[in-house]
């Protein structure tokens, strides 16, 4: 099964019901992974994505330097994996190797996609402007592709404490949306 | 059933799982409400959380001005309302009046509260540099209070096209919580 290419302008489709994600990043020949539940989307056009890295990450410098990352979205089966990365840093651990993790070359940006994730948002950092008060990244999406099956993939959401909520039933009021999209 | 007061600092355990919301306002003797999908969780404490209100929306200029809204945790039952009061705007129609909603007196903010709803985070406009350039206001929750039961009530997660889902089973992994909260 090979993934697909998604539209820029349609990334909501998967972070707007917030997901746990896994954001994996690049630098000075290090690859290193960290799990990121505070995420939104601010933009359709351009594909823009809001992400609080707290400033005691390893992440966090190397994507302010790099100012790349990947968005990658990992299925509710990986929740062991998911708790362990969000639970040990990068500076004591090589996350890739020590979790089983495979590489994927990403399309426009050095830091590599995580293949056992569905779903992959390649990132450029657009605004740094609420890092230093509020380690908020802003992010351009220049790059997104996801598993074409399933067509709703089960994911989880954190509640804190060691909690999650997987996804449930799928509703739709398209005659009700006459004004927004 | 009486809602009870929510610890401040864990206001991520209702808004970090990305359900849809209802933010009420009050300005100039008037009352609206508009649906929002584009949030995020910033800080624990103060008790931060971002918003992606568009400029095209009523709401915009009034909660700006007003400085004040209440965010308000509807049940997924509430879903056809959730999607007309996203289609619809307070400039032609009172929405409280047109969909039979009940407001309640806030304890913290002149912006009343949506009884029907499950949850209530009274908010203030805490930082507004991100307003002119991506409609993303930073605001701290003074009040906040929540449904005793059910523990683990249904809410609404967008995915865009008239689309949501509802939530699912609970998981917990805490054992292997050892770092992060
Ligand atoms: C479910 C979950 C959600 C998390 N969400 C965030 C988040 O939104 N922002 C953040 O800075 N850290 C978050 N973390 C914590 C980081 O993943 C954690 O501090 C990690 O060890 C950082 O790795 P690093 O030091 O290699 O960058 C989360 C952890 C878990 C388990
Ligand atoms: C499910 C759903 C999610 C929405 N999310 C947002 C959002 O995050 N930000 C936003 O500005 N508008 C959002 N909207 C659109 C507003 O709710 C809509 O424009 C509304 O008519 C504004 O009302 P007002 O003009 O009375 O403020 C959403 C609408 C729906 C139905």
């Not at 594909?47 to 005691?56: K, N, P, Q």
């Not at 990986?78 to 500076?91: A, E, K, P, V, Y």
């Not at 404490?161 to 004004?179: M, S, Y």
């Amino acid at each position: 099964m090979k993934k697909q290419s998604w539209p820029l302008h349609d990334v909501r489709h998967w972070l707007e019901p917030g997901p746990v994600v896994l954001l994996s990043s690049h630098w000075q020949g290090q690859n290193n992974i960290m799990t990121l539940g505070w995420h939104t989307i601010l933009e359709f056009s351009p594909s823009l994505v809001g992400c609080m890295i707290s400033a005691g990450n390893a992440s966090f410098s190397r994507i302010r330097q790099s100012g790349e990352c990947v968005i990658n979205l990992p299925e509710a089966s990986m929740i062991d994996t998911i708790s362990r990365i969000g639970n040990c840093t990068g500076d004591d651990v090589d996350k890739f190797a020590e979790f089983g993790l495979t590489t994927e070359k990403s399309d426009k940006v050095s830091a590599p996609s995580i293949k056992e994730c569905f779903g992959q948002f390649e990132c450029r950092l657009y605004d740094d402007a609420m890092v230093d008060n509020y380690n908020f990244f802003i992010f351009e999406v220049v790059a997104a592709r996801v598993n074409p099956q399933p067509e709703w993939p089960q994911t989880l959401h954190y509640v804190g404490g060691g909690v999650f909520r997987t996804d449930g039933d799928v509703l739709e009021r398209k005659a009700l949306f006459t004004k927004v999209s």
